[in-house]
């Protein structure tokens, strides 16, 4: 049966939208003209537009939906200045050099460095804040393997790691459901909503036309330009970039078979005492694990709530049952919480590559900055700032995220049909995987 997990003021809503919902806002005619048009409106979107209108160059920003519908108001707000390059989507081991690693930790670093300059310089109240990470070992293996990932990370991108031994595990969490595991001091969290919103007052600010319900739907050379058609009218511009990363679709089938958008679920439970949230995350850091399945949370920023993801499921799944699996794994961690109610619970996309690494570069005379690969606070504005300084010539290295390579897959057209397979694979390899030690 399953338990009575729901707040009477349960909503099928992210929690963050309390402080900032996506809206239409006064909506902004497209212009007929512009240097540079932006498909898609999340923090890759804004970023780019917020770069250019520094450089004194006018871009459009066309959003299929509200502005914020996407997963930069959905996210659990955790900013890391780091990126997975491991194990790709399909189970290979991305084949990195050493040396690119090293270029690519350090670019990742530098995201951290630009959000955290971002949001100092543009005023963003935002909750931000860096008490650190702390990524649970699922076994004993993922512990040594992650001891021996502690000198790269903290050469290529000073991520100030350290691992803690399953005796000292309670100075981080209030559980024995890890084999300890490794703090990462360089990283943060922010409400991820209000993030939004400051990028969004930034753009206008500076005059940026950010234009919601406007689906784009073709892009055509015409002549030197392009023919950008929209919902809501026509824009020429001279360059165009894709940023719709989990929400790609078939406006770009070349990109659209090269990332998978993979749901994330999340909940939020209703206030609890703070004493208790203090006792369950003492350090206030974000956590996560090195589960197949992983899940990730953290305190709210108020200090009243836990807010809990993962992959409850692959697939976009109604939040009344991705709800009570995710409060499963949240009270597997956190017996304290058996009593705790849902209050919001929500779901989003994000874009998976087939390298497990972010991308930006141009396919067929587009831009685009896509592939998150479920961390993209930092990322994906980081991409965004690259790509604008690209497009302005004011970029003074070519970025380590800047390839021509972009691999697909024969078998893989944009249908990701295989994720729940996929899903009760991963499940199973994590209980084993937990066996065997
Ligand atoms: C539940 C969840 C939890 C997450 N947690 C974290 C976390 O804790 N930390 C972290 O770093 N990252 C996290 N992420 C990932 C992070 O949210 C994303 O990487 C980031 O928001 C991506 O930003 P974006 O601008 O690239 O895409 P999005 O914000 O998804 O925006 C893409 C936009 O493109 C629009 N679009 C698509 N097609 C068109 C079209 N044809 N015309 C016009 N517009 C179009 C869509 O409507 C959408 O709004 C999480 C994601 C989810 C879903």
């Known amino acids: 049966m399953v338990p009575?997990?729901?707040?009477?003021?349960?909503?099928?809503?992210?929690?963050?939208?309390?402080?900032?919902?996506?809206?239409?806002?006064?909506?902004?005619?497209?212009?007929?003209?512009?240097?540079?048009?932006?498909?898609?409106?999340?923090?890759?979107?804004?970023?780019?537009?917020?770069?250019?209108?520094?450089?004194?160059?006018?871009?459009?920003?066309?959003?299929?939906?509200?502005?914020?519908?996407?997963?930069?108001?959905?996210?659990?707000?955790?900013?890391?200045?780091?990126?997975?390059?491991g194990k790709s989507f399909t189970g290979r081991t991305a084949d990195v050099e050493p040396e690119r690693a090293e270029r690519l930790l350090s670019d990742a670093s530098d995201a951290?460095?630009?959000?955290?300059?971002?949001?100092?310089?543009?005023?963003?109240?935002?909750?931000?804040?860096?008490?650190?990470?702390?990524?649970?070992?699922?076994?004993?293996?993922?512990?040594?393997?992650?001891?021996?990932?502690l000198a790269v990370l903290n050469s290529a991108s000073q991520s100030g790691a350290y691992m803690v031994p399953r005796g000292r595990q309670r100075e981080e969490i209030a559980s024995d459901?890890?084999?300890?595991?490794?703090?990462?001091?360089?990283?943060?969290?922010?409400?991820?909503?209000?993030?939004?919103?400051g990028l969004l007052e930034a753009c206008r600010r500076r005059g940026v036309a950010v234009c919601a319900k406007a689906l784009v739907t073709g892009i055509r050379r015409a002549g030197a330009e392009w023919r950008v058609e929209a919902t809501r009218?026509?824009?020429?511009?001279?360059?165009?970039?894709?940023?719709?990363?989990?929400?790609?679709?078939?406006?770009?089938?070349?990109?659209?078979?090269?990332?998978?958008?993979?749901?994330?679920?999340?909940?939020?439970?209703?206030e609890v005492p703070q004493d208790l949230v203090r006792s369950l995350i003492p350090k206030g850091r974000t956590l996560s694990d090195t589960k197949r399945v992983l899940c990730y949370y953290r305190t709210s920023p108020d200090g009243r709530r836990?807010?809990?993801?993962?992959?409850?499921?692959?697939?976009q799944v109604d939040p009344t049952v991705s709800a009570p699996i995710l409060?499963?794994?949240?009270?597997?961690?956190?017996?304290?919480?058996?009593?705790?109610?849902?209050?919001?619970?929500?779901?989003?996309?994000?874009?998976?590559?087939?390298?497990?690494?972010?991308?930006?570069?141009?396919?067929?005379?587009?831009?685009?900055?896509?592939?998150?690969?479920?961390?993209g606070v930092a990322m994906m504005t980081y991409l965004g700032w690259q790509t604008a300084r690209k497009i302005a010539v004011a970029a003074n290295y070519a970025c380590s995220f800047d390839t021509e390579e972009f691999p697909d897959h024969p078998l893989y057209s944009g249908n990701p049909w295989f994720l729940p397979v996929v899903g009760g694979y991963y499940r199973l390899r994590d209980n084993l995987d937990r066996l065997v030690g």
């Open 4 to 85: 009575d997990i729901f707040h009477r003021d349960f909503t099928p809503t992210p929690y963050w939208w309390e402080a900032y919902g996506p809206t239409t806002g006064e909506l902004v005619d497209l212009p007929r003209v512009a240097r540079v048009a932006i498909v898609g409106g999340g923090y890759a979107g804004l970023s780019v537009a917020l770069e250019l209108a520094k450089h004194g160059i006018d871009a459009v920003v066309l959003e299929a939906n509200e502005l914020g519908f996407g997963a930069s108001t959905r996210n659990g707000g955790a900013v890391s200045g780091g990126v997975n390059i």
């Open 112 to 149: 951290f460095a630009l959000i955290d300059r971002l949001i100092n310089e543009e005023n963003i109240d935002c909750f931000w804040e860096k008490p650190g990470r702390f990524v649970g070992a699922w076994t004993k293996k993922h512990f040594d393997v992650q001891t021996r990932r």
């Open 177 to 197: 459901y890890y084999f300890g595991g490794m703090v990462v001091e360089r990283s943060g969290k922010l409400h991820p909503a209000l993030y939004y919103k």
């Open 233 to 270: 009218g026509t824009v020429l511009a001279g360059d165009v970039v894709i940023a719709t990363n989990g929400y790609t679709g078939g406006l770009t089938p070349g990109l659209r078979r090269r990332v998978v958008p993979v749901a994330s679920h999340i909940i939020a439970t209703e």
């Open 306 to 315: 836990i807010v809990f993801g993962g992959r409850a499921r692959f697939t």
């Open 327 to 375: 409060h499963r794994y949240m009270t597997d961690r956190f017996p304290q919480l058996r009593g705790a109610k849902i209050t919001h619970a929500w779901t989003g996309n994000v874009a998976f590559t087939l390298d497990a690494l972010p991308h930006m570069g141009q396919r067929d005379g587009l831009h685009y900055c896509l592939g998150c690969n479920g961390s």
